[in-house]
């Protein structure tokens, strides 16, 4: 079991709280949306936690604040960084899924990302990105 791994994960769980937090600001006519994404991130946040509570590791508390990739002035700026930290959210549980044989925590990890996925999907449909959808998430594009 990769507990590295899965304290990368939290770090992108605490990563996306935040920035779903910072976005609502400027996401009015998608608020029910972000307070839905935000409400997911903070339950995979607690059961991340417990996780590697039950398997003798302290988990990482979050940062004080989270760098977006760019700076969020407005909604386009805000829904980029929604795809972003999903993207990146993707990215760590692939690693999770990579780095471990245990079945429960491979079905979550999997989960994990599958929802991020989605997620990013609606925000990039939002942002009226093309393609609205990648094939391997959570796989750096070369």
Known sequence: MSVESV???????????????????????QAAAVAEGSNLHRARRDTTERWL???????N??????????????????LAALVAVEQDT????????ERTDDSGLR?????????????????RKAAGSAPASITMPGVASG
């Open 7 to 29: 304290q990368t994960a939290l770090g992108t769980e605490h990563a996306a709280l935040w920035t779903y937090g910072m976005v609502s600001a400027f996401l009015d006519e």
């Open 53 to 59: 509570r039950d398997h003798g590791a302290t988990p």
């Open 61 to 78: 508390p979050p940062a004080a604040a989270y760098l977006p990739p760019a700076p969020v002035s407005d909604g386009p700026s805000a």
């Open 90 to 97: 993707c990215a760590a549980w692939r690693g999770v899924l």
């Open 107 to 123: 079905t979550s990890a999997l989960e994990a990302l599958t929802t991020a996925a989605v997620r990013a999907t609606r925000w």
